[in-house]
């Protein structure tokens, strides 16, 4: 499978069609490993997720209304597509500018520019966040002066908010059900970005082990949409 071009997006409206999961996935798993993977020169490392942090059996499947995610909040009506301004994590006190990110001249995803480390990326190649569907965001771990937006990303819990305000004034609040790190050779693209029926985020950095100057695997947030403000 192979991508074809840069996807589109912007403030002129919802110009193109929603990439399936595989596309996503394929471009993802390989795109986050162009970023370079960070420095790894940390000792320490960036956090990994707890075994605990894994999405509940039941909330790999379908959408619920906070089913595996200890929330018993209705999930609010999906948003129409707008482009995206900012992320917070406030459990993390990451508060980021989101800038759009599609695929390059060589196909890979565009990674946010390493030079500025508090910058995410939103993928245009799939829906905007609190759009029905998965919404990604991505972003670096770290790089070679030290830790980047995204270097706490595997502490995240259940039941944390991700909060992406949206250019239509609008901020999507998403509640964590899961957090999983996933080695980039066995990337579970369908799990990860099939479409739930309702408004879904997926939040991606680098993780796992450091090998021969690359993270092997990818640090995976599931949220799902709980709230419009």
């Not at 970005?193 to 640090?219: M, Q, S, W």
């Amino acid at each position: 499978m192979s991508a074809s071009g840069p996807a589109e997006g912007g403030e002129s409206g919802h110009q193109r069609k929603s990439a399936p999961w595989g596309v996503i996935a394929l471009v993802l798993l390989t795109g986050l490993a162009l970023v370079r993977n960070g420095s790894g020169e940390s000792p320490v490392g960036p956090p990994q997720p707890a075994k605990a942090a894994a999405p509940a059996p039941d909330s790999r499947s379908g959408p619920g209304s906070g089913s595996g995610s200890g929330s018993s909040v209705s999930a609010p009506d999906p948003l129409p597509y707008s482009a995206v301004e900012r992320v917070r994590i406030p459990a993390l006190q990451i508060d980021a500018p989101v800038i759009p990110v599609g695929l390059d001249t060589s196909g890979w995803v565009a990674a946010p520019p390493p030079e500025d480390p508090n910058l995410a990326g939103w993928f245009t190649g799939a829906v905007s966040p609190g759009e029905k569907g998965t919404a990604v965001i991505v972003g670096h771990v770290d790089n070679h002066e030290g830790p980047a937006v995204f270097y706490g990303l595997g502490a995240l819990g259940k039941g944390h908010h991700v909060e992406v305000r949206r250019q239509d004034g609008r901020t999507a609040v998403f509640e964590v059900y899961g957090n999983e790190v996933f080695d980039k050779a066995h990337f579970p693209g369908d799990r990860v970005y099939g479409n739930k029926g309702a408004p879904e985020l997926r939040v991606i950095t680098c993780g796992g082990e450091f090998v021969d100057g690359n993270y092997a695997g990818n640090v995976v947030v599931f949220a799902r949409m709980v709230a419009v403000r």
